[in-house]
């Protein structure tokens, strides 16, 4: 049996995929703490694991909420590359001490730590401190390099020629640059792993977020097929879901999908949610013109305003809830983007981090949903929706879904995570 942390912080959905991986390594014998975001404790409650407060400062969903206008502002400057800044920059650097102890406490005794890439540059402090090796467990695929396509949020095409690939490998060093280093605060990173006795990579904040022992992509093969150059420590796994002990409905969302058609769903998450909350409002409207039911999870208190009081909730579990639906407008966030292709309901995707822009696009060409850009009016909302709802994209993602059900993301990434401890 071995000692292992389980690292994560921010929003929902950089959490809950870890959750799982935490509980199947416990159920295989090993002893196992989750540090994270304390407002999570409760939800956490009945799995497996001991859960431990990450110290997390603003890094935590409800205080995420409050940087909405910044996200707002900036989400797509630079390619999103300006929210390095709002998370390093503003709410990791400051912290960083605090945010380092409450890992490195973590870690005493431990055989490994299993991360998520942005904590990582925390977390693998601790580990090189003390001899310990980790785990990224990616879910930015897009990010890592590679000479079969650029960096996504730059959407140059895939390379044919020389000339081609010269521009794809000239976009992968521009995410090394001078300005990327910037934005993403490796001379704070620095300064402080000099002052625990450790040099710094170039490129610290940008590679840094992977691990030299084993990364686990939690993606499908089918959603993002593997670089033929990527590293043998880079394994792309299948998507992992959480499933929730209270994976059940509640009993007033039951009597509303009883009542009548099954409703759209519409969940923002706390990003795109926090920066543009009146998009609820503007869903709500467009599906009204269509003659649509919706069913909203507005996720964080206030943002039900002007929205059918017997529609909406702060939150209701995605996996019961999304085969009885007809379709789901979402950020297009890993984890909710992830259960809808589970589900086989197609996807209206309104994008506000680069990421998310990224598995917008991503549906659009599997023809699994439809992305909208910055135009939002209820017009383009309601054209989306009127897309996403035929015919063809019913059967796509029907198809699409009884692929990924073949696959079994949460065993092979755990298999992978075991073939490091045997090591």
């Known amino acids: 049996?071995?000692?292992?942390?389980?690292?994560?912080?921010?929003?929902?959905?950089?959490?809950?995929?870890?959750?799982?991986?935490?509980?199947?390594?416990?159920?295989?014998?090993?002893?196992?703490?989750?540090?994270?975001?304390?407002?999570?404790?409760?939800?956490?409650?009945?799995?497996?694991?001991?859960?431990?407060?990450?110290?997390?400062?603003?890094?935590?969903?409800?205080?995420?909420?409050?940087?909405?206008?910044?996200?707002?502002?900036?989400?797509?400057?630079?390619?999103?590359?300006?929210?390095?800044?709002?998370?390093?920059?503003?709410?990791?650097?400051?912290?960083?001490?605090?945010?380092?102890?409450?890992?490195?406490?973590?870690?005493?005794?431990?055989?490994?730590?299993?991360?998520?890439?942005?904590?990582?540059?925390?977390?693998?402090?601790?580990?090189?401190?003390?001899?310990?090796?980790?785990?990224?467990?990616?879910?930015?695929?897009?990010?890592?390099?590679?000479?079969t396509r650029a960096p996504a949020m730059l959407r140059i095409p895939p390379p044919r020629g020389p000339i081609s690939r010269a521009v794809v490998d000239a976009a992968w060093h521009v995410a090394s640059s001078p300005l990327a280093r910037w934005l993403s605060s490796e001379r704070d990173f620095a300064a402080f792993r000099a002052s625990l006795g450790l040099d710094t990579p170039r490129g610290y904040g940008v590679h840094g977020r992977l691990s030299p022992h084993q990364n686990v992509v939690l993606v499908s093969p089918e959603y993002f097929p593997p670089a033929p150059d990527w590293p043998e420590n880079y394994r792309v796994t299948g998507f992992v879901h959480w499933t929730a002990s209270r994976n059940s409905l509640p009993r007033d969302v039951?009597?509303?999908?009883?009542?009548?058609?099954?409703?759209?769903?519409?969940?923002?998450?706390?990003?795109?949610?926090?920066?543009?909350?009146?998009?609820?409002?503007?869903?709500?409207?467009?599906?009204?013109?269509?003659?649509?039911?919706?069913?909203?999870?507005?996720?964080?208190?206030?943002?039900?305003?002007?929205?059918?009081?017997?529609?909406?909730?702060?939150?209701?579990?995605?996996?019961?809830?999304?085969?009885?639906?007809?379709?789901?407008v979402h950020s297009g966030a890993h984890g909710t983007n992830a259960l809808a292709l589970a589900a086989g309901v197609p996807s209206v995707v309104l994008p506000q981090l680069f990421d998310q822009a990224w598995h917008g696009r991503r549906q659009e060409?599997?023809?699994?949903?439809?992305?909208?850009?910055?135009?939002?009016?209820?017009?383009?909302?309601?054209?989306?929706l009127q897309i996403a709802l035929d015919d063809q994209h019913h059967t796509t993602a029907r198809e699409y879904s009884r692929r990924l059900a073949e696959e079994d993301g949460l065993r092979v990434a755990c298999d992978e995570i075991q073939t490091v401890l045997d090591r």
């Open 254 to 328: 039951e009597d509303y999908l009883a009542a009548g058609d099954p409703p759209v769903v519409v969940s923002l998450g706390t990003s795109a949610a926090g920066a543009d909350p009146s998009m609820f409002k503007e869903v709500a409207r467009a599906l009204d013109q269509l003659g649509l039911r919706g069913l909203f999870l507005t996720s964080m208190p206030g943002r039900d305003a002007g929205l059918p009081e017997a529609a909406t909730w702060a939150y209701v579990p995605l996996e019961p809830l999304l085969p009885r639906c007809r379709a789901i």
């Open 365 to 384: 060409e599997l023809g699994t949903g439809v992305v909208l850009g910055r135009r939002r009016s209820p017009a383009a909302i309601r054209s989306a």
């Open 1 to 147: 049996m071995a000692k292992i942390v389980v690292y994560s912080m921010a929003y929902r959905g950089d959490v809950f995929p870890f959750v799982p991986i935490a509980s199947e390594l416990a159920r295989r014998g090993h002893s196992v703490t989750f540090v994270g975001p304390e407002e999570l404790r409760d939800e956490f409650r009945s799995e497996p694991f001991a859960f431990r407060d990450g110290d997390c400062g603003d890094l935590t969903p409800t205080r995420l909420d409050a940087h909405g206008n910044y996200v707002r502002r900036w989400g797509r400057v630079l390619s999103g590359g300006m929210l390095l800044r709002l998370y390093f920059g503003r709410l990791t650097i400051p912290r960083l001490p605090e945010l380092f102890t409450a890992i490195d406490d973590a870690m005493e005794g431990a055989d490994l730590l299993v991360s998520h890439p942005a904590a990582s540059l925390v977390g693998r402090m601790a580990c090189e401190r003390r001899g310990v090796p980790w785990v990224v467990g990616d879910l930015f695929p897009m990010l890592t390099p590679t000479r």
